[in-house]
């Protein structure tokens, strides 16, 4: 007999199966040959353009000046945000120079970007590179080259952080040493470029992963998926042979049958799974067999509810038609809370074949989420309650039949801000306050009550989701200059702007004090959740990545 968290009685020793995916295959590139001196020479210094990394970069370039003067330095930005490859700035760089210093990489997605783009320009332009992080990101970056093939790629780190610093305390960065190595960063440097920093490390051949681990007690293959970290760390049902079986019995697509791939953040490389290592995943969280079929939708969206972003990012998933009564979900009082076990199993689910089927999510490796975020544990799963709403379910709108089941996967969940009901005078100043609210790179998702979504209609005379989310488009609005100074429109908006990407290249044109939209209009959603305990309600920033139907998935 054995419970929830997997208790054998007596010293019997089990067979489990192993819940991680299968690690991408990897093809070798090669490095640019290293250049036999610097004098004479003409180093590109490529901006990432994330977070003051062009003022670290300027310190580079005085040192350049300063201490080899015969070394010709030339700054060049990326045309557009950071995670774009940019092959116009590639061939400039190997037309007109002959080695090139990216950087910076100092968040958990520029830091593989930076990773990669160094690994195109060795390969792909045979132009000797080396990038250029803050510490905190070693792990990342190594793990990132690995996958990317060059797993030999010469990196050289500065301390963490770079944004906010003043040119002096820069300066003192790149006159010290690397806090990986040891050794003064611009000697690093110099040597990346004109001999390579260290021997080129072997790249797995295997791809295999074990089916079944090695027999255990119940105590000693926790400890050992707790070891590997398999788990969030709460009690799992250890997932044998037989449970996988009855998970299994519950879908008509075979066990071996790719369900998709996903990996922590670009560049990281995709990993593989398939329908019997996500029943694996699902039987840990606890879920029961008629759950499946809507656990393999969520895994075939391939969006991770454990990407790995410095914001700390947490996923956000709302079910919609006919399944919901099927396994009794819960769209109403408490649906957002701990009160449902389809709820509460199925967004479990969803964060455990994130973090095993992606190859990890382990803080500081494959996960770098600065403070974490504890919606993480069930990503917020609920069903929309389309019986009390007096608008469109969701789904519909996103082009599904009604009688069609679907989940619909969010991710964002940083901001968020709470009200209750609307105000006769002032409701409009009140929506607006709550939207400013909201940061500015995730578009607003209401979580309304249906007394709130009656009062919407009542005082605003929004009979369609449609008039509604035009007037919060219409409504969310900043003057110009302090739009963009916000942090993450320089770093996210603002590039793709400067490249004629609109409608952000439009609003680059506004005057300072013009007020321009925060948010693309449809980039809004409107999800009515609730018992009508009372009306409140809160907009979630939280961003629809996928819709994925059900029900082919039974």
């Given at each position: 007999m054995d419970d929830i968290s997997g208790r054998i009685g007596g010293a019997e020793r089990l067979t489990v199966l192993n819940p991680v995916g299968y690690p991408p295959k990897v093809t070798r590139k090669t490095a640019a040959r290293r250049l036999d001196t610097l004098d004479g020479k003409t180093i590109y210094l490529v901006d990432c353009r994330f977070d003051d990394s062009i003022e670290l970069l300027k310190q580079v370039q005085a040192w350049f000046s300063a201490h080899m003067p015969a070394v010709t330095t030339r700054m060049i930005s990326l045309q557009n945000y950071y995670g774009h490859d940019d092959p116009i700035t590639w061939e400039t760089i190997r037309e007109n120079g002959h080695a090139a210093i990216v950087g910076v990489g100092h968040c958990s997605t520029c830091a593989p970007a930076v990773t990669t783009h160094a690994i195109t320009l060795e390969h792909k332009y045979g132009v000797p590179a080396v990038s250029l992080h803050t510490d905190i990101f070693d792990r990342v970056v190594r793990s990132t080259a690995r996958a990317g093939g060059l797993p030999g790629l010469d990196c050289v780190f500065v301390p963490q952080p770079?944004?906010?610093?003043?040119?002096?305390?820069?300066r003192g960065y790149i006159e010290g040493s690397d806090p990986v190595s040891g050794h003064p960063v611009m000697r690093r440097i110099v040597e990346a470029l004109t001999r390579g920093l260290g021997a080129d490390a072997a790249i797995p051949a295997d791809r295999?992963?074990?089916?079944?681990?090695?027999?255990g007690t119940g105590d000693e293959l926790r400890a050992m998926f707790e070891a590997n970290r398999w788990t969030d760390f709460l009690p799992i049902v250890l997932p044998t042979p037989e449970r996988v079986a009855a998970m299994l019995a519950a879908t008509m697509r075979k066990p071996d049958?790719?369900?998709?791939?996903?990996?922590?953040?670009?560049?990281?490389?995709?990993?593989?799974?398939?329908?019997?290592?996500?029943?694996?995943?699902?039987v840990m969280a606890g879920a029961k067999p008629e759950y499946f079929p809507v656990i393999l939708a969520l895994a075939h969206a391939q969006v991770s509810a454990r990407g790995s972003t410095s914001s700390s990012?947490?996923?956000?998933?709302?079910?919609?038609?006919?399944?919901?009564?099927?396994?009794?979900?819960?769209?109403?009082i408490g649906a957002m809370g701990p009160y449902n076990h389809a709820n509460a199993t199925i967004g479990r689910a969803f964060g455990l074949l994130s973090q095993n089927l992606q190859g990890g999510s382990v803080p500081g490796e494959t996960f770098m989420g600065s403070q974490g975020n504890s919606l993480s544990y069930n990503s917020v799963t609920f069903a929309e309650n389309e019986e009390r709403s007096p608008w469109t379910p969701l789904h519909v709108q996103k082009g599904f039949a009604a009688g069609d089941s679907v989940v619909n996967v969010f991710y964002g969940c940083r901001s968020q801000t709470f009200g209750l009901g609307l105000r006769e005078t002032f409701w409009r100043e009140h929506v607006r306050d709550m939207l400013n609210g909201?940061?500015?790179?995730?578009?607003?998702?209401?979580?309304?009550d249906p007394i709130t979504a009656q009062q919407f209609i009542?005082?605003?005379?929004?009979?369609t989701k449609e008039k509604l989310i035009r007037w919060l488009w219409e409504t969310a609005r900043l003057p110009a200059a302090r739009y963009w100074d916000l942090q993450l429109v320089q770093n996210y908006?603002?590039?793709?702007?400067?490249c004629g990407e609109e409608p952000q290249a439009t609003k680059?044109?506004?005057?300072?004090?013009?007020?321009?939209n925060t948010f693309q209009e449809k980039d809004f959603n409107v999800v009515v959740v609730g018992g009508e305990a009372n009306g409140y309600w809160s907009m979630m920033g939280a961003t629809l990545r996928k819709s994925v139907g059900v029900d082919e998935w039974r």
């Open positions: 770079v944004m906010g610093k003043t040119a002096e305390q820069l295999s992963t074990p089916r079944a681990c090695e027999p049958e790719i369900v998709g791939r996903m990996q922590p953040t670009a560049n990281r490389g995709l990993w593989e799974y398939t329908v019997e290592k996500v029943a694996v995943n699902a990012a947490a996923a956000m998933v709302v079910v919609n038609g006919p399944i919901r009564q099927e396994i009794g979900m819960n769209c109403g909201i940061d500015a790179t995730t578009a607003p998702c209401l979580l309304l009542d005082r605003g005379g929004f009979d908006i603002y590039p793709r702007a400067t680059l044109k506004a005057a300072p004090d013009e007020l321009i």
